[in-house]
Structure formats: C-alpha cells, structure tokens
C-alpha cells in the first residue's frame, strides 16, 4: 500500500498519484512473487485492472516454488457487478477468482463461469468473510496471498486478524480533502503491533516492511 505522510491513500480516487518509480518496481515485485493478487471489487473498477502479466526475469523463481507463470486475480464482490468482457476475464494466464456470498445473483454467477471465471463462495448472504476468503485461497493452492486493497478490504482483513505482513510506501507528499487511509472499515479492539523488518528509502519516498511478530520470514 502507499498514504501520503497526511494519511491519503489515493488523490482523485487513485494510488497512482501517490506513488513513484521505485514503489511501482516494488509493487511489481510482490506481484510477480505471489501466488494470487486479492483485491476488492471497487479497486479492480477504479484503477482498471488487468490480468497479471508472466515476466521473464521472474520465471525460474517461480517454476522452483511450484508456481504457475503468473498470480492469479481473486476479486472480493458480492453482487459479481463487473464488465466480464474485460481482459481480467477474457485473456488471463490463470483464470480469475471471483470470492463471494450465498446470496450472489445467479445470473451474474452465471455470467461470470461463462466468461472463464472461478467463483468461489466464502460468505454467507451478500457479504464475503475475510478469513474464509484466506483459507478458500489456500484450498486453492494459493498460499503466498498479495492483497493491493482497496481500503475497505485491507480493512477487513486487518480486523479479521488474517493480515501477516504490510510492504507499506510513505509519500512525502500532503494530499488534505478526504481521501480515505490504507485501511477503513471496522475497528479492532486492541491495535495490532508489527514488527518493522526492513526500510529503504528513494528521492524521498519511504519503503517500510512489517511483519506480525513470531510470523517466519518466506
């Protein structure tokens, strides 16, 4: 994730903005060293997601580690309101993984296996619960979880307790308005404590890693 040092996760409704070269390599890191991206339905539609592309200078890391040749995309939505003709859905390397409830409109779930999609059910009604969207991922094989939020998501994946490390940008720069944070949502009683296990920094920019203690490196 990147904020400003004012607390802005995005400026007019995007992380782009905000960010930098050295983030994006970062971001493109993480990407290409992830089993699945898990982000919610929101972000995919306002920062028009694609398809995670197969890169060559990370091929032989992942076919030692068992992976295919590249992350898949897992999408939080629990009414499935998305453009199934998009390339997320019609040209991805690994199928697109769409989590959600009981309740989903059988059309658009429909709709979506049509388009190639996978639809996994981790939640009961019309809402998708973190936790179980983690452990379905796992089912799946997807255990090295990348999750590019948006704030609502990461939110619920802090306060369902499923959030091992944060790979977190700060910008020097100040946004104000009311941008939302990293994370929004629900509250957590106690606030969890991370560890910092690496910080780097790049014409200003801030690289911090934090990890939940007692959680081994991989």
Excluded: N
Aim: hydrophobic letters at 45%.
């Amino acid at each position: 994730m990147v904020s400003t040092l004012d607390g802005a996760a995005q400026h007019d409704g995007h992380s782009h903005p905000i960010s930098c070269p050295a983030d994006m390599r970062i971001f493109g890191t993480l990407r290409a060293l992830a089993d699945v991206v898990l982000v919610g339905a929101e972000t995919v539609r306002q920062e028009g997601y694609r398809p995670a592309r197969a890169r060559a200078e990370f091929a032989a890391a992942r076919e030692a580690a068992g992976q295919g040749p590249a992350p898949a995309i897992a999408i939080v939505t629990a009414a499935l309101d998305l453009d199934f003709s998009l390339p997320l859905f019609t040209s991805p390397l690994v199928p697109t993984v769409l989590l959600t409830g009981t309740d989903a409109p059988a059309e658009r779930v429909r709709a979506a296996e049509r388009a190639g999609a996978r639809v996994i059910v981790a939640g009961e009604g019309r809402r998708v619960e973190p936790a179980r969207a983690v452990h379905a991922l796992a089912g799946l094989g997807y255990t090295r979880q990348l999750t590019e939020g948006g704030p609502r998501l990461l939110g619920q994946l802090v306060a369902a307790d499923v959030l091992d490390e944060m790979c977190l940008t700060l910008a020097p720069m100040l946004a104000a308005g009311d941008a939302q944070r990293i994370a929004g949502g629900p509250s957590v009683a106690v606030p969890h404590r991370f560890e910092l296990l690496s910080l780097l920094e790049e014409d200003g920019f801030l690289f911090g890693r934090y990890r939940r203690p007692g959680k081994p490196l991989r």
